[in-house]
């Protein structure tokens, strides 16, 4: 297959380089041209260089190269750039091709998907082109697929035989690859699942202990299926890996920078200077604003996502947002 992943961040050129082994033509674009020019002049990515990256992989800034006689375009940047990168790629868009996103938000001014703001941005070319769009989802760092570490990742889609195409095309002895039609259930714990890992590092931040952690991990889970069936998603999706196993690794992984983020904030960094920290996009810290509009204008109740969003945005200190977790006044049934 001809791949093109645009954004050359950690994911893509984690997933640009397993695809390269597994004998895909892949193509590396980024807005950024002086990172395609680190690339093409070292093989090497600033995150991991320690790791020789394929001589076979290409790399381009040109946006046309990059849509052109591609089977998959990968959309691999962050939240914030998603609908940018869609624009940019649509008037090279061409019929039949299959547009896969990786990035895990939810769109602040609208509260749609990820994969609902490129259909948004892509509008009637969508139909006219014969687009497919789907998500790629899971407990999925990208320090491990870049070594080749077994993973498991969800390929989803409404339509599954397209969900099933991406399948055997990620499919390999490091990734094994799941289907589901939930695409929204699947999106929505991706993005969610974010500021729970936050939360996860505010505890880590504090010294407290793993009986809360677990605590947090199991009414995490709950707070978010509750969202997501009262959105329409379907309950199994939650229970699944990009769901609970998602959750699992971003609470509990040394490689997610919303743990690492939640670590400092827990040792009295301000959220600010913990993203800067960090260095990289926190899509935790994305997600809590969409999240809170999201449980406004459901009714459904998100008690840890809001004790979060009031230590990001309200001033509360990571020790408040604990107490506030423990109140005997906080709901309490399954
Ligand atoms: N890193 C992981 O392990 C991992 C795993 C699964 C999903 N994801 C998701 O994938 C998405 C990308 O994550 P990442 O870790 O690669 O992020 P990253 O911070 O490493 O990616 C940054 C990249 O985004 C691109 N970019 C930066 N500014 C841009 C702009 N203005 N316009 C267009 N592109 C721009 C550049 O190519 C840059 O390298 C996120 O939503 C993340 O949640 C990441």
Redesign the pocket.
């Known amino acids: 297959m001809k791949i093109s992943i645009l ?8 997933l640009a380089k397993m695809l390269c082994i597994s004998g895909h033509e892949v193509t590396v674009w ?3 041209a002086p ?1 395609i020019e680190h690339l093409t002049a070292t093989h090497t990515h600033p ?1 991991f260089p320690d790791i020789q990256l394929p001589e076979e992989l290409c790399y381009t800034a040109d946006t046309e190269t990059a849509c052109k006689g591609r089977d998959v375009l990968l959309i ?4 914030p ?1 998603i609908r ?2 869609a624009r940019s790629a649509a008037p090279f868009l061409e019929k039949g091709q299959i547009l896969v996103s ?4 939810i769109e602040e001014a609208t509260l749609f998907s ?1 994969t609902e703001v490129i259909e948004d941005e892509l509008g009637p070319l969508v139909s006219e082109k014969d687009l497919k769009i789907a998500a790629l ?1 899971g407990p ?4 491990e ?1 870049i070594r080749s570490i077994p993973t498991t990742i969800i390929s989803a889609c409404s339509d599954i035989d397209t969900a099933q195409f991406i399948q055997e095309i990620f499919m390999n002895t490091c990734m094994r690859v799941y289907t589901n039609t939930d695409i929204k259930g699947v999106e929505l714990c ?1 993005a969610l699942k ?1 500021i729970i890992a936050l939360a996860s590092g505010v505890l880590s931040g504090l010294n407290y202990g793993d009986n809360i952690k677990a605590a947090l991990i199991t009414r995490g889970l709950a707070e978010i299926k509750r969202l997501g069936v009262e959105l329409g998603c379907c309950e199994q999706t939650f229970y699944g890996l990009a769901g609970m196993g998602d959750l699992i690794v971003t609470c509990l992984s040394v ?1 997610s ?1 919303n743990y690492k983020a939640g670590i400092l904030i827990g040792k009295g960094y301000s959220p600010q200077e913990s993203a800067k920290e960090v260095g ?2 926190v ?1 935790g810290i994305n997600a809590i604003k969409p999240a809170m509009r999201l449980s406004e204008k459901t009714g459904v109740e998100l008690p840890i996502i809001s004790a979060v969003n009031s230590v990001v945005y309200e001033g509360a200190s990571p020790a408040e947002m604990v107490d506030r977790l423990m109140q005997r006044s906080m709901r309490s049934e399954i």
């Open positions: 954004g050359a961040g950690t994911w893509g050129i984690a980024s807005a950024l990172e995150i691999a940047v962050p939240s750039y940018s990168t990786v990035a895990k938000g990820m989802s999925t760092h990208a320090e697929v991706g974010n490689h920078r990289m996009v899509e």
